[in-house]
Structure formats: structure tokens, C-alpha cells
């Protein structure tokens, strides 16, 4: 079956501009979670869906960056204005629940000039 | 908070050969979930091996293999017969039963020598 899909694939943009990333997981997978990966660091948490709803925010680095899910599926992650130190990959994983193996997507590399 | 330590930056192994990755972690919880995953260059993460705490038995995935002490709080993997194409990044996560996204190590990169 389908994996989980992100686009674009790639991103590049100008400081001070928004951007929006998008991720499908895999269907019938109720939660859906968003890491960054920035050069040379691990995986960093910023968000994660049960449905629609994000129990756990906690991992957003500022008030510039939200996300939202709609119907239980689709996810965005926005960042508006962005800075260079936002350069990074945006990963997206889902699971059938909170507790169950989750499974990535390709990512999204985004960079900030 | 719990952490996950990997520390080896680097690996590399011959072809065919064996090689292990280390990782230890740290929590006071009882019933948690130890992972694997491989990120190769097209960066996709991709599920290598699955460990649930509460099992003794350590998980076996075709030729790669976990040596999990639970009271030492160290979960390796073991590649056995290694192929070129297990060339990549390698990650150590920790996912706490209940409602919590995985704590990842920092990785450690391996290299496939023909």
C-alpha cells in the first residue's frame, strides 16, 4: 500500500517569507507526528496529531511555526517568516495509534536564504 | 527526560562481514519500545527492528539482530552478512508507552567496504 507522502519535495525560499508543508499518511493511521532534522543533529519533535487534535505542541521552537490536521488525514506544518536557522528536513511519520510503529516519509528539505 | 545515547559517530565494516551498533538510553519507566531505524542518502527513514520492553526475547529481523539488556539499559543491533546497501545512517529511538513521540539518538553513520 501507499507510504507516507510529503511535498514538496524540496523547498526554497527567501527569508521573511511563509512557507507550507504538507504530509498524507498512511491511511487509517489516526496519529501523525512532525520532527525536524537539521545538519548534523538528530531528529527534533516539534508536533503530533491523535485525529485532529495535537495533544503535545511542546516541541514547536516559536510562535512562527503551526500545524494542523483536517478529517483525521491530511497534516500542515506552516512557518511564517522564516529564518535561515529554520533550514533543516521536516520529516512526518504516522501510526495506526500512539503506540504502534511509526513510519516516515521522504521528508521535506527546506532552505532559507 | 529520557535520552538516547549512540556513541559511535561512525562505523564501517567489509562486505560480508558482522558489524554492531551500540545505543544505551536512559529512563526510569518500565514498559517502553526500543526502535531502529535506517536513513540512507535519499533520506527516508525506514523501520529497521522493533523491540517491545516487556519481551526477553531479543527481535530478529532477517540478518539483522538485537542484543537488548534491559537492566543495563542498552539496545544494539547486529548486522550480520553485510551488503552494501546497509550503508547509511543509522538511529536509536526510544518511544515511552502511552502517548509520546520517539526520542531519537544522534546516529551513527555506516560505511560498506567492498
Known amino acids: 500500500g501507499a507510504g507516507v507522502s510529503q511535498s514538496p519535495s524540496n523547498k526554497v525560499t527567501e527569508k521573511g517569507k511563509d512557507v507550507e508543508l504538507r504530509c498524507d499518511p498512511i491511511?487509517?493511521?489516526?496519529?501523525l507526528y512532525w520532527y525536524r532534522q537539521s545538519l548534523g543533529q538528530g531528529l527534533e519533535f516539534l508536533i503530533y496529531?491523535?485525529?485532529?487534535?495535537?495533544?503535545?505542541k511542546s516541541g514547536l521552537p516559536s510562535d512562527r511555526f503551526s500545524a494542523e490536521r483536517t478529517g483525521g488525514s491530511v497534516s500542515t506544518l506552516t512557518i511564517q517568516r522564516t529564518q535561515q536557522e529554520d533550514s533543516a528536513v521536516y520529516l512526518c511519520?504516522?501510526?495506526?495509534?500512539?503506540?504502534?510503529?511509526?513510519?516516515f516519509g521522504p521528508g521535506t528539505r527546506l532552505l532559507v536564504l | 527526560a529520557q535520552t538516547v545515547t549512540q556513541s559511535q559517530p561512525e562505523m564501517s565494516v567489509q562486505e560480508a562481514e558482522t558489524v554492531t551498533l551500540s545505543c544505551t538510553y536512559d529512563?526510569?519507566?518500565?514498559?517502553?519500545?526500543l526502535f531502529w531505524y535506517k536513513q540512507p542518502p535519499s533520506r527516508q527513514m525506514i523501520l529497521v527492528i522493533r523491540?517491545?520492553?516487556?519481551?526477553?526475547q531479543n527481535a530478529t529481523e532477517n540478518r539483522f539482530s538485537v542484543n537488548f539488556q534491559k537492566a543495563a539499559k542498552s539496545f544494539s543491533l547486529k548486522i550480520s552478512d553485510s551488503q552494501l546497501g546497509d550503508a547509511a545512517m543509522y538511529f536509536c529511538?526510544?518511544?515511552?508507552?502511552?502517548?509520546?513521540?520517539?526520542?531519537f539518538g544522534k546516529g551513527t553513520r555506516l560505511s560498506v567496504i567492498a
Open positions: 496529531f491523535q485525529g485532529n487534535s495535537a495533544p503535545d
Open positions: 529512563t526510569s519507566e518500565s514498559d517502553y519500545y
Open positions: 523491540q517491545e520492553a516487556y519481551k526477553q
Open positions: 491511511s487509517g493511521h489516526t496519529a
Open positions: 529511538a526510544y518511544l515511552l508507552s502511552g502517548n509520546t513521540p520517539l526520542v
Open positions: 511519520a504516522s501510526s495506526f495509534t500512539v503506540q504502534e510503529t511509526q513510519y
